[in-house]
């Protein structure tokens, strides 16, 4: 019997993983957190009586550690226990604001996820596979282009310091105690389930609402147009997540689309889905996006610019793609696009 544990299974990433091993016949777990409501259960509705959710955060080492002795008590007969830590505050820009509780999930959360397997008898830990979210954020301000796995990180942002710090971690785990503890170093991954404050997101969003006049301006306010992103789908990366745990022995690996584009092109080209045609005007914070009938579409609102900006990212997946046979369903940002805009 296969059984896994998803930390961040209420998220964008979560939710997707969480679908995919049911179709493989997992016995799912997942942590959620409380709110004052339950917890936050959007995305996971759908499949809610499938799920056997219990209550934890990665700041508390003892819940964590609770909560894996729990779910190994439960299914004495497990072949193998797969633990996705996919729990994190995930916003760059947020965590600028805060910083220390950033970094305490982010970052710790994962010594204390590692700690509380470390500790496990050997019998139990061998049949133990842990798989950490790592980005591409970690790249920071790039010192190599495209982006591999042998690329030397170089943080820019209190999230990407925390999320080399967990996998360095990772590293030191699997070397020294010989857990399998694998890194998936991901680009950024978008979907209808993506949450609304990032840039895509808020790009067709925006979109819609101009589209059925929801939105009295009739504009977006963006921040900068100029950085760069390897954008595809979460349904492919979570399925690379699963093929990394599926591999005859721990490793690093990064999964991405191999094309980059800027901001400003995700615009364009979400704007043309429904009919407007963006050309640019103006420069720096005066620069806006106009359509075909002259109104504005696109204003530049410098709230939303970050101390330190991560100007490009691309990714080269080929060590995923030559071991793990990892291929992508969507193959283009166009697909991506068309995607998000269906809300399914
Ligand atoms: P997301 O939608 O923001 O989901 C984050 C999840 O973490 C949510 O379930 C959230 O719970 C949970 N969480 C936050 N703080 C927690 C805490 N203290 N204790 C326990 N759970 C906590 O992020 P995502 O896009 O699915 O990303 C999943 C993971 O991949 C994250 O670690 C992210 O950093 C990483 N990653 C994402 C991308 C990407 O492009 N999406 C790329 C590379 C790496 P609530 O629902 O209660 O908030
Ligand atoms: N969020 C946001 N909002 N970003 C904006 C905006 C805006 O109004 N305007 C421009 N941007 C730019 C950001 O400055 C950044 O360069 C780019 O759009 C993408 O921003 P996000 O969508 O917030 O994603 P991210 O790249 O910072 O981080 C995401 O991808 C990482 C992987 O590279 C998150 O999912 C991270 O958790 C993930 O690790």
Partial sequence: MKIALITGISGQDGSYLA???LEKNYKIYGIVRRNSFLFNSAR???????????????TDCAGLSNTIHKIINE??????????????????????EIPKYTTEVDGLGVCNLLEAIRVLPKYTTDKIRIYQA?????????LETPQTETTPFNPCSPYAAAKVYAYNMMKIYREGYGLFASNGILFNHESPRRGAHFVTQKIIKGVLDINYGKNKDGFIRLGNLYSKRDWGHTKDYVYGMWLILQHDKP???VLATGETHTVKSFVEKAFLFKGLLIHWVGEGINEKGIDQ?????????PKYYRPCEVELLLGNPSKATRILNWNRKFKTLNNLIKDMFSGK
């Fill in 134 to 142: 790592g980005t591409s954020e970690m790249y920071g301000h790039v």
């Fill in 44 to 58: 996971l509705e759908h499949i809610r009586d499938h799920l056997n959710l219990l209550y934890g955060d990665m």
């Fill in 19 to 21: 679908e995919l091993l």
């Fill in 293 to 301: 009938d002259g109104k504005t579409r696109i204003v530049i609102d």
């Fill in 75 to 96: 299914n004495s007969n497990f072949s193998i226990f797969e633990i996705y830590n996919l729990a994190a505050q995930s916003h760059v820009q947020v965590s600028f």
């Fill in 251 to 253: 490793d690093d690996f």
